[in-house]
């Protein structure tokens, strides 16, 4: 079974306007991290944001959050007030436990575009 | 200056030669990654180390090799490159612990003709 899914390979949103990309995950760990990530044209990847497992509010970086529901073992970053830049791939992931099962595993990835 | 230098950042090469990707970091991180990403895959994990003395193989090691030289440098290596290792590399550094975020450098794009 997949461990990371996220299932919108393509998304447009208008500038200015916020957007979700989804992510649900699946684990028996009661400790875990989860993280966004995005991948611009250029090829690197940038952190944006995470969530732990026992974080009870929802994680929140400048225009970044992420809506986290643990029963439905979702993740969804959410961008408010889209921007050109943010034309780019994001992909989730999670870090599962400590010790050696720390490894990050992640999704396919959204490919987002922005339009005028 | 970036935190995680990878080198070279592009190669084209042929099969069966041998290829070394290298990457040092000013993090000052113990853990250390190496991933490769394929169009539809997202990243996969080669091998991990999280110290000088401890190498771990993730979920894709065979035709790979890793060396840690210090804590400060992992180097990963094609002993005899095939075309289908054609992909994107990334190395990553991280903080113990399970919420600490991966860094990564900027990658290397690897063609094996």
């Known amino acids: 079974a997949q461990k990371i899914t996220q299932t919108q390979p393509g998304m447009f949103v208008q500038e200015k306007e916020a957007v979700t990309l989804d992510c649900t995950y699946d684990?028996?760990?009661?400790?875990?991290?989860l993280f966004w990530y995005k991948q611009p044209s250029s090829g690197e990847m940038i952190f944006l944001i995470y969530?732990?497992?026992?974080?009870?509010q929802n994680a929140t970086e400048g225009r970044y959050s992420l809506n986290f529901q643990k029963a439905r073992k979702s993740a969804n970053l959410v961008i408010s007030a889209s921007q050109l830049g943010d034309s780019a791939m994001y992909f989730c992931?999670?870090?599962?436990?400590?010790?050696?099962?720390?490894?990050?595993?992640f999704g396919t990835g959204t490919r987002l575009q922005v339009t005028l | 200056d970036a935190d995680v230098t990878q080198t070279p950042r592009n190669r084209i090469t042929k099969t069966g030669k041998r290829i070394m990707l290298e990457c040092s970091q000013t993090?000052?991180?113990?853990?250390m990654y190496w991933y490769r990403q394929d169009p539809g895959l997202g990243l996969r994990l080669i091998y991990y180390?999280?110290?000088?003395?401890?190498?771990n193989k993730g979920e894709i090691s065979d035709g790979y090799s890793v060396s840690r030289q210090a804590q400060a440098k992992f180097s990963l290596s094609l002993e005899s490159a095939i075309p289908n290792q054609t992909a994107l590399y990334f190395c990553?550094?991280?903080?113990?612990?399970?919420?600490?975020?991966?860094?990564f450098g900027d990658g290397t794009r690897l063609s094996i003709l």
């Open positions: 684990t028996s760990d009661q400790s875990y991290g």
């Open positions: 993090k000052g991180h113990d853990r």
């Open positions: 992931a999670m870090r599962e436990g400590g010790g050696t099962a720390s490894k990050l595993t």
């Open positions: 990553a550094t991280s903080e113990t612990g399970y919420i600490q975020p991966q860094h």
């Open positions: 180390s999280f110290d000088v003395k401890d190498i």
């Open positions: 969530q732990g497992s026992y974080d009870e």
